[in-house]
């Protein structure tokens, strides 16, 4: 399956299917990669010895020059170190414009990475290979980074891959709660735009789960067309990539109070998006009917729809939303849904509405 990205300034495929990482230096090839004979592939430890071997060596066999640099898996290689540290590895194999970097592993390595790729040398092209399913979100969109000690994400730019290559295969080996982390931003992208898809995902949740290889790959594509339309009107988020966010407001919150790694993020962001469809009762009228409809759905992903309350308080979740940078004067900007497929960004919420959703 082939989707391309076109923004005003680029256009780049996105490829998905069974096996394909053997088909990497044909893809190369038909992106018109025929002078850049220099790639760096930067992993993670858990991710490397699963996978940095099989595309080194099919891209050796194509006569391509590798190098490459491991970091520890987990958000915690997300940091300025990190990047510091793999800009030397990238100088020491001497990298220069005419090189490109091979992003090979989840959204910690994709957003890593593509920043190594937007600073070094003023800008280098990349490639994602995504190995998670939460990164069929991260790696489409161009947003790359790291993290701040103050802030997720604070430090980063636009650099949009010059492609994406979806191996669905390596999904066999990710751990079972990662996987279902990433199902929350399929069916987060289902439930923001398109209603046949919600309706797709109800049908095939049991496939999907026990990751059938066509029904994975017809998931990622789906899901990636959304975040390509979405993206593709509105790259720098001034206004409708904001929808993206649905379930975020929340989610992010309670990652942040519950300690990183309480939650993944999948589950924050399924949490977040139940308690945005509750609050859409409230501020939109929506039906309570879309309430039960996104808990069940999240529930056939084996998602929680509420947060254990041992682990959080209401008040310092309240608190943490009111960091975002989406609070004004103690307003809060939330993405509500006024039915399943459609969403808006609503904004002069305040804290009492939220409040009393929060424990329902
Ligand atoms: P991750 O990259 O940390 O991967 C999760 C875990 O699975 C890690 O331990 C990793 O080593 C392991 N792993 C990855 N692939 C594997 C495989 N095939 N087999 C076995 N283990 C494997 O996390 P993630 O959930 O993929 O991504 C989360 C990150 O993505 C966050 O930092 C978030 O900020 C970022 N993100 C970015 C965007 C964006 O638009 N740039 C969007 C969403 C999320
Ligand atoms: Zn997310």
Known sequence: KKLTVSLDHCQYPIYIGKGILAKLPEVLQEAGMTFRRKLFIISDSHVAPLYSKQVQTVL???????????????????????????????????????SVIIALGGGVIGD????????YMRGIPFIQIPTTLLAHDSSVGGKVGVNHALGKNVIGAFHQPMLVLYDVETLNTLPKRELISGFAEVVKHALIWDPSFIKWLEQNSEELMALH???ISEAIYRGCQVKVAVVSQDEKEVGLRAILNYGHTIGHALEA???YG?????????????????????VLGTD????????????AFELPT???PSHVTDELLLQAMKRDKKVRNDEYSFVLTSDLGSVELVRGIHEEQIRTILQE
């Open 257 to 259: 109070v519950a300690g």
């Open 112 to 119: 890593l990475a593509g920043f190594v790729a937007a600073t």
């Open 306 to 308: 509420q947060y254990n």
């Open 213 to 215: 290889a066509e029904k």
């Open 60 to 98: 050796e066999k194509a006569g391509y020059e590798v190098g490459m640099a491991i970091v520890p898996a987990g958000e915690s290689s997300k940091n300025l170190q990190q990047l510091e540290h793999l800009i030397g590895e990238c100088l020491r194999f001497g990298l220069d414009r005419q």
């Open 262 to 282: 309480v939650y993944t993020h999948g589950e924050a962001v399924a949490i977040g998006m139940a308690g945005a469809v509750r609050l859409s009762t409230k």
């Open 288 to 299: 309570k009917q879309v309430v039960v409809k996104t808990e069940k759905l999240l529930h």
